[in-house]
T-cell receptor, first 111, second 110 residues
Framework: GQSLEQPSEVTAVEGAIVQINCTYQ??????LSWYQQHDGGAPTFLSY????GLEETGRFSSFLSRSDSYGYLLLQELQMKDSASYFCAVRDRGNTDKLIFGTGTRLQVFP | SQTIHQWPATLVQPVGSPLSLECTVE??????LYWYRQAAGRGLQLLFY??????ISSEVPQNLSASRPQDRQFILSSKKLLLSDSGFYLC?????????FGPGTRLTVL
């Protein structure tokens, strides 16, 4: 079957660094995405990795290792507003934009 | 710029009643469209996706259906709601490798 595994919850304090891991098992692979969702809101796109390595966007970075079927989202200089759920998602087919989403990681940032 | 609308924002319906949720996209043509459901504290479950008018693919068997009567309109329906249909329903459109979500409809079936 196809699955994406993430830790269910992560806690950290303001200013800290947090890494949220994602391991995937899919029939195909065309890229790993990360989405952020605040309570009661809709998911918003954060990053996308199609190739191995680290992609940096401000305080957030995303890493992919295709050989390990593994990626992570790195959040630096944590702020209270970063408290949210974070989902990894895999595009498993080249001919559609369909995504398979992980179960999500709830990040709580404390002062 | 592109925007995506969903309505209503919240809905409380009795078991056995019909359902119609609407999603419209502005600022893009022939988008791929998606309906997701999210149970409280859970991940996103893809229900339907559409690559064009009248083209609907169902991802999971259930008592819901979807239709795409116009290029930028996507409708989720049910003839008879079940308690298990409660959840947060999200419509999305995609551009290459990014999906853009609407504000969602929170449905409670009593």
């Amino acid at each position: 079957g196809q699955s994406l595994e993430q830790p269910s919850e992560v806690t950290a304090v303001e200013g800290a660094i947090v890494q949220i891991n994602c391991t995937y098992q899919t029939s195909g692979f065309y890229g790993l995405s990360w989405y952020q969702q605040h309570d009661g809101g809709a998911p918003t796109f954060l990053s996308y990795n199609a190739l191995d390595g680290l992609e940096e966007t401000g305080r957030f970075s995303s890493f992919l290792s295709r050989s390990d079927s593994y990626g992570y989202l790195l959040l630096q200089e944590l702020q209270m507003k970063d408290s949210a759920s974070y989902f990894c998602a895999v595009r498993d087919r080249g001919n559609t934009d369909k995504l398979i989403f992980g179960t999500g990681t709830r990040l709580q940032v404390f002062p | 710029s592109q925007t995506i609308h969903q309505w209503p924002a919240t809905l409380v319906q009795p078991v056995g009643s019909p359902l119609s949720l609407e999603c419209t996209v502005e600022g893009t043509s022939n988008p791929n469209l998606y309906w997701y459901r999210q149970a409280a504290g859970r991940g996103l479950q893809l229900l339907f996706y559409s690559v064009g008018i009248g083209q609907i693919s169902s991802e999971v068997p259930q008592n819901l259906s979807a239709s795409r009567p116009q290029d930028r309109q996507f409708i989720l329906s049910s003839k008879k709601l079940l308690l298990s249909d409660s959840g947060f329903y999200l419509c999305a459109w995609s551009l290459q490798d990014t999906q853009y979500f609407g504000p969602g409809t929170r449905l409670t079936v009593l």
